[in-house]
T-cell receptor, first 115, second 115 residues
Framework: AQSVTQLDSQVPVFEEAPVELRCNYS??????LFWYVQYPNQGLQLLLK??????LVKGINGFEAEFNKSQTSFHLRKPSVHISDTAEYFC?????????????FGKGTKLTVNP | NAGVTQTPKFRVLKTGQSMTLLCAQD?????MYWYRQDPGMGLRLIHY???????AKGEVPDGYNVSRLKKQNFLLGLESAAPSQTSVYFC??????????????FGPGTRLTVL
């Protein structure tokens, strides 16, 4: 069954520093991968997704992620973070369950950007 | 466009009480979902609906019931609340069910505490 593992539950960084949030997936078939962001007291919002093609995917707010099939990873990166990037980030994979395609989420990584 | 709205935003119940959470979307989406979010657990799918009048079980359906009498509304019911159902509940909707090509749009969440 498809699943994702987010290796860090919390990541503190200083403003304008680079950040990488790690995600590894397990799947024996082709995968579709997603990153969602949840700002405090809000619902989830799609940041970016990988379906096929170029392994470097660019999303909103300056984030990008790289699909690495050999390492089964889909790490999220931003070269310079802002205070406003403080949020929880979820990696997700598509999985077929009960005949329907579903999203399976990781446990989340809380990114805290400090001044 | 209000998107996905959820009612209520907060609720405190006593063990054994019942309640219904309402989700409404104005995007004419066919698919609707109910997730629960618990610390360190990410989001887990409770029930979903592929269209008006249809519902199906997700990953953690026990203790919950759902109904989709109108296309725009998806109700989540707790018949006899238990402390283990203390969580933040998110509703989401998508145009179709293929997650790779149909973004799920999330509501702002309902924070439920069961004493």
């Amino acid at each position: 069954a498809q699943s994702v593992t987010q290796l860090d539950s919390q990541v503190p960084v200083f403003e304008e520093a680079p950040v990488e949030l790690r995600c590894n997936y397990s799947s024996s078939v082709s995968v579709y991968l997603f990153w969602y962001v949840q700002y405090p007291n809000q619902g989830l919002q799609l940041l970016l997704k990988y379906l096929s093609g170029s392994t470097l995917v660019k999303g909103i707010n300056g984030f990008e992620a790289e699909f690495n099939k050999s390492q089964t990873s889909f790490h999220l990166r931003k070269p310079s973070v802002h205070i406003s990037d403080t949020a929880e980030y979820f990696c997700a994979v598509s999985a077929v369950q009960g005949g329907s395609e579903k999203l399976v989420f990781g446990k989340g990584t809380k990114l805290t950007v400090n001044p | 466009n209000a998107g996905v709205t959820q009612t209520p935003k907060f609720r405190v119940l006593k063990t054994g009480q019942s309640m219904t959470l309402l989700c409404a979307q104005d995007m004419n989406h066919e698919y609707m979902y109910w997730y629960r979010q618990d610390p360190g657990m990410g989001l887990r799918l409770i029930h979903y609906s592929v269209g008006e009048g249809t519902t199906a079980k997700g990953e953690v359906p026990d203790g919950y019931n759902v109904s989709r009498l109108k296309k725009q509304n998806f109700l989540l019911g707790l018949e006899s609340a238990a402390p283990s159902q203390t969580s933040v509940y998110f509703c989401a909707s998508s145009y179709e069910g293929q997650v790779s090509y149909n973004e799920q749009f999330f509501g702002p969440g309902t924070r439920l505490t069961v004493l």
